[in-house]
Structure formats: structure tokens, C-alpha cells
């Protein structure tokens, strides 16, 4: 045995072990701890937990539980001695799902002026500034190519079908979109698609949409301004408020709730004015929630039927959107 104990358990981490032997796993919750169908018994509801910090698992199931050494005891039917041999003979794992969605955001990214499509839909939603363009990272998806260019970098078909990058029949699953990556702690976590034709408007890849968008540049604001959508805050920071954050959508992932809430603030929220009055009614409990933790909030009462995007692009200013701030109970 050449390698340490805990060198091959650090090589090779349990989830991704088990994900290359096509355990498939959703989040539990908020943290490190992930769930599926057990694979050392037959079972129809996920019993099988992971904790990728501790490195180690634990089925309710059928009780089993341990670390990586462990689970090739139980699955290979080997001794502790044998289950070390056929570990250090695995190869490492592929590259992490974020490595990949970095190269399919910049991918994206260099597409963007390439496609007239691309700058001219952009232009419609009133997103002229280069300069900020790059700052979002906004790409874009024409389709057709991500496959092949991911591919010959080094990135398995099968890597791809896991992000959702690639649906199961090999397509671009954000075909015709524009793009922007979403983070969680700095890393890209998903990409937002906003389809720039008839397809569905809004499109996420599986898995969490990650923090508040831009948190990293917006927590330091004592007051915040929350909207549901990137186009909403991408013409917003075109305009110069640059304490803009979007949660997109107007339920927010509890990592989200916890970043508004993580020092006292102002939370000004501007969710869309829509005609069935979701938006309003979504803010409305948002509001009463944030409250209870100390947040003070404002309602932005946008004109009806509008949300901030269409009032900029529509011929809505700074100067009057700062009245609506003003006014805003
Ligand atoms: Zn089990």
C-alpha cells in the first residue's frame, strides 16, 4: 500500500466515486449533505446520504454506514486490505462540475459577439454597455457547438449530460439563450438562459441557482435593491445603482434569505407588477419574512405592468427610478 489512507480518501472523494460509478444525488437541504437511492439495496425512495465535507455516507435504508473504503467493502464484496488495492487503481476523478460550467460560461462568452442575434436581443432589453456586458459575463448559446468544443478540451459526454449541459440526445440544453453564469461562494454553481426566440423564456440547468447574484460586489450595501430578474438588474447597474442584487425568481433558496439577513439593512423589493398580482403578492410575504428578521423593507411600486427592465426600456431614467425608491412605503 503506497499511498496514505487519507491521501486516497483526499484523491478521491466519496461523491465523486460514487458518481463515477452513476450514483445520481440531489442536495438535502442547504450544506454539504447530499441524498439518493441507496446502491447497497433496492430501494424506491433516496435513503442514502452523503456529507461531502466529512467524506462519508449513511443509508437509513438498510443502516450502513462509513467512509469511502468502507462503501467498496460493502459494494465489491472485499476485505478492507483488497477494497485499498482496487482504490488505488481508480483513476482520479474528471473534472468537477464547476471546472466545467467555468468553460461553458467563457465559451458562451466569446460567442456573444458573433451572433448578431445575441447583441441585437440584448439590445431590446436595453443593454447597450459593453463594458458592463463583460463585467455579468454574459454569453451567449447559438447551439450546436458547446458539445464539440467541450469534448475535444477533455470533458466527458457524460460530465456534460450531469450538468444538464447537454441534454440526453447531445443538444445544447440553453440553445438560442443568452446566458449568465450564477455563483455560489465565487464558483459558477448554473447558467441562467434567457431564450432569445419562442422557446420558454426562462431556463435554469438542474441543481441550485446559488447566492444572490453579484453578492460578493452588493453585501457591503446597508441599503439593497432585490429584483427577480438579471435583465431587471443589469439595466439597473447600467443606470448606476449598483446595489442591485436578483434572486431569480421571487422565492428565494434559503442561502439566499440568510445573505439578505446577514447584517441589519434596508431591502428595497421590486419584483414585477403583473397583471395576476403574483409579484406583488410574493414580495408582499418575502417582506413579512424578512421583518421578522430585523430587515427593514420597502415595496418599489413599479407602474403597472411593468417590471424594472421594461420601465427602463420603455423610457424610464435614473431620476425617475429614484423617485419610486423615494416613495416606496
Ligand atoms: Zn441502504
Known sequence: MGEDLEQLKQRLPLLDYL?????????????????????????????????????????????????????????????????????????????????????????YQQQLDRYPEARWYLEQRGLRDPALIRELQIGYAPGGSLRRHLVAQGYSLDLLRRTGLVNSQGHDALYQRVVFPCCQDGRIVNLYGRSTG???????????????????????????????????????????????????????????????????????????????????????????RLRSQGITTRRVLLPSGHDPNSFFVQGGDARQFHSLLEAAP
Open 198 to 288: 419562442v422557446a420558454f423564456a426562462h431556463r435554469l440547468l438542474p441543481g441550485s441557482k446559488g447566492d444572490l447574484f453579484a453578492w460578493e460586489s452588493v453585501r457591503q450595501f446597508p441599503t439593497v435593491i432585490l429584483v427577480e430578474g438579471l435583465f431587471d438588474l443589469a439595466v439597473l447597474w447600467q443606470a448606476s445603482f449598483r446595489h442591485v442584487t436578483c434572486s431569480l425568481g421571487t422565492h428565494l433558496n434559503p442561502g439566499q434569505f440568510r445573505q439578505l439577513c446577514d447584517r441589519p439593512r434596508t431591502v428595497y423589493l421590486t419584483f414585477d407588477v403583473d397583471a395576476n398580482g403574483s409579484g406583488q403578492q410574493a414580495a408582499q410575504g418575502l417582506a413579512h
Open 19 to 107: 458518481r463515477l460509478q452513476n450514483w445520481t444525488a440531489r442536495p438535502a437541504g442547504h450544506g454539504p449533505e447530499f441524498v439518493g437511492l441507496c446502491p447497497l439495496h433496492p430501494e424506491t425512495r433516496p435513503s442514502f446520504y452523503v456529507n461531502a465535507r466529512k467524506n462519508l455516507f449513511y443509508c437509513h435504508g438498510c443502516g450502513q454506514g462509513g467512509d469511502l473504503i468502507r462503501f467498496v467493502e460493502l459494494s465489491q464484496h472485499l476485505s478492507f486490505r483488497k477494497s485499498l488495492a482496487y482504490l488505488e487503481q481508480q483513476s482520479p476523478p474528471p473534472a468537477d462540475p464547476a471546472a466545467v460550467l467555468e468553460r461553458a460560461a467563457v465559451f
